[in-house]
């Protein structure tokens, strides 16, 4: 049996630790616990544990410090840190204290149970003294911090790299997957094992990392002169992508370019990036570089003329605009154009829709659409190209179903509710913009709608009602002149008279003296 030390300042930690792990089923026996660093340091001094899982930031001695004074005694167990920190400081010390692994909190029960299953097999390698040929393993200069640095963030950090310079090719493998947990789930399944022994069986020395739901594999070699490293990498992705064992779990692998050199090796994960993000946006298993410059030009092209000709392409009532459909789906289809492209053009194509929709018709479409901000958001926001292309075929087809139920009696229905609209509110001031807010249309449409409808302007028909109501007012009561002005729309009593004449052809005096109607009941 093993003999296991846990040492965590949490109290809960270590009784979860303890008991929520089949440790004897792995052939481990707990010998001992601390909450703090001292005790932690005398009782393992006094248990001689193999394995020690420690927190580093405990009270009287952190776990780094704990380690370093262990080794300083003569402790031979092998360590391994779980942290609720991912300092880097605190990763390269454990990487010089060569410690198993640094995991982070809150660390899976599965992965912590892997990470000692590891320090035992590390156990056994040293005790079979030809495990420790250098020839046959690499060593250990970089650990996860540092492969972050270098390969993702592209920082040139400082480590041996003595050890790299047997190898003359580098690339990166990066497999991303829709699905949650990837790495556990290849672990699981045995993917991860069988994809290292294929590559490592064909020459290949494979380092692994996990970062942001993706799997970097870096690998290394130094092949003779007629075997490619990109056609290993490639017959790789093609057998593990379409493993039989992952059901319905689409994988997605980007192959980058080969480097020669290790601090190179940034310019291929940039590169695997992008082939895998294309990968999971078609589809496609397997994508690698090969093809990213072509992608990058007709990118640019179609850019360019989408911008020249998208006005022409977005009037619905024209051909071209089911054309323009047709060939945006072919370019997504063939996968022929990079997909942050294809999100641009499919959000220009709604925002000059909305535009021209509203200058063909009036229309503020967003009563059918939605909100248009939120639906350039979902555009941009597209996980892969089939939820793209429903976005945009479903934005054309409530358009289209609009359109051709309403725009045959549209414009005259939009002149009757304006109508009816001037004839209640004609006494009032009114002005062109508001109308048009009020019908959720712009200005100038109403303008011309209202003039082609009714053969007169909308200044024109409120002139006439309110002409219409004076000659009304003038017959039937005694109000004043100026009191009748005011009543049907006219602050300035002289304008009011001078309008009056011009459509009458008397003034309102000599109206009303022509026409009132005598009644017992006239004021005067």
């Avoid at 979860?16 to 616990?33: E, K, P, Q, Y």
């Avoid at 920190?85 to 912590?112: C, N, T």
């Avoid at 641009?344 to 009563?367: C, F, M, P, S, V």
Wanted: glycine residues 6%; contains cysteine; aromatic residues 8%.
């Amino acid at each position: 049996m093993y003999k296991l030390f846990i040492a965590d300042d949490e109290q809960l930690v270590v009784e979860t630790l303890s008991a929520m792990i089949d440790w004897n089923a792995s052939g481990i026996r707990i010998v001992g616990t601390a909450n703090n660093g001292k005790q932690a340091l005398e009782r393992i001094l006094q248990s001689d544990p193999d394995i020690v899982l420690t927190d580093i930031r405990m009270p009287g001695l952190n776990g780094l410090e704990l380690i370093r004074t262990l080794k300083e005694n003569g402790c031979k167990a092998e360590c391994i840190i779980v942290s609720g920190y991912s300092e880097f400081e605190y990763a390269k010390e454990a990487i010089e204290l060569e410690a198993v692994d640094y995991l982070i909190k809150p660390a899976e029960l599965d992965e912590v149970a892997r990470t000692v299953s590891r320090a035992i097999q590390r156990l056994g390698r040293k005790a079979d003294q030809t495990g420790n040929n250098p020839e046959h393993r690499i060593a250990k200069a970089l650990d996860r911090a540092i492969f972050t640095d270098l390969i993702v963030n592209g920082k040139r950090p400082s480590f041996d790299q003595t050890p790299y310079g047997q190898y003359d090719q580098f690339a990166v493998i990066l497999i991303g997957s829709p699905a949650t947990l990837l790495l556990e789930r290849m672990k699981d399944k045995g993917i991860t094992d069988a994809l290292l022994s294929f590559l490592t069986n064909r020459g290949i020395v494979v380092d692994l990392l996990y970062e942001q739901q993706k799997v970097i594999l870096l690998c290394m070699a130094s092949l003779e002169k007629d075997a490619s490293l990109t056609e290993i990498l490639m017959a790789a992705a093609a057998t593990f992508s379409n493993d039989g064992s992952w059901d319905d779990t689409l994988l997605s692998f980007g192959i980058g370019p080969v480097v020669t050199e290790i601090m190179h090796m940034h310019v291929s994960y940039l590169a695997a990036c992008k082939a895998c993000q294309m990968g999971l946006f078609f589809g496609a298993p397997v994508m690698d570089v090969s093809s990213w410059t072509e992608i990058s030009r007709v990118s640019e092209r179609v850019v360019s003329d989408w911008s020249n000709q998208i006005q022409s392409f977005i009037r619905y009532e024209q051909k071209e605009f089911e054309a323009m459909l047709e060939r945006w789906t072919e370019w997504g289809t063939k996968q022929l154009i990079a997909p942050d492209t294809l999100k641009k053009t499919g959000a220009q194509w709604a925002n000059r829709l909305h535009d021209l929709i509203g200058q063909d018709y009036g229309i503020k479409i967003e009563r059918v659409t939605g909100d248009r901000t939120r639906l350039i958001e979902e555009i941009h926001e597209a996980p892969d190209w089939a939820s793209l292309k429903k976005i945009c075929m479903d934005l054309a087809q409530s358009v289209q179903f609009y359109l051709n139920v309403t725009k045959t009696t549209l414009k005259e229905k939009v002149a009757h509710e304006i109508k009816a609209y001037l004839e209640s509110h004609y006494h009032e001031n009114i002005q062109l913009d508001q109308l048009a807010e009020r019908f959720d249309l712009n200005a100038s449409y109403v303008s011309n709608l209202y003039s082609k409808s009714t053969g007169q302007t909308i200044l024109e028909y409120v002139t006439l009602l309110r002409i219409r109501q004076a000659k009304k007012m003038l017959r039937e009561s005694s109000f004043k002149i100026s009191k009748i002005s005011t009543n049907v729309g006219y602050d300035n009593q002289r304008y009011f008279c001078q309008v009056f004449k011009k459509h009458v052809g008397v003034s309102p005096g000599q109206y009303r003296e022509e026409h009132m109607i005598k009644s017992e009941g006239d004021h005067h």
